[in-house]
């Protein structure tokens, strides 16, 4: 059965650091693109960034650029979200969500469950 499980989520105070993990089973990891989304209270769901199959292509939303770096470990079936300089406003659930294809752009196929993460002091 195909499971994406996310971790490290937590409480954080402003300008602090986290890395967010997506560990996955039951399929072949390194076929899928893979990306981190995050839904804050009350907004919609919006992307944060995506690195495809083989890694070399890394999509980032403009407000995480130069924050927020997305890793793979192919070997580890793992996907991670080091997270910098962290603002109030980065406070969302973030879900780990794995495409069909091996490239970013589009729709995601299956979900993680979510991990909370909080910054504020």
């Known amino acids: 059965q195909l499971q994406l499980v996310e971790s490290g989520g937590g409480l954080v105070q402003p300008g602090g650091s986290l890395i967010l993990s997506c560990a996955y089973s039951g399929f072949t990891f390194d076929y899928h693109a893979i990306g981190w989304l995050r839904q804050a209270p009350g907004k919609d769901r919006e992307g944060v960034s995506c690195?495809?199959?083989?890694?070399?292509?890394?999509n980032n939303a403009d407000s995480e650029k130069g924050r927020f770096t997305i890793t793979r470990d192919n070997a580890k079936n793992t996907v991670y979200l080091q997270m910098n300089s962290l603002k109030p406003e980065d406070t969302a659930i973030y879900y780990c969500?794995?495409?069909?294809?091996?490239?970013?752009?589009?729709?995601?196929?299956?979900w993680g469950q979510g991990t909370q993460v909080t910054v504020s002091s």
């Open positions: 969500a794995a495409r069909k294809s091996s490239s970013c752009g589009g729709e995601y196929d299956y």
């Open positions: 690195i495809s199959s083989s890694g070399n292509s890394i």
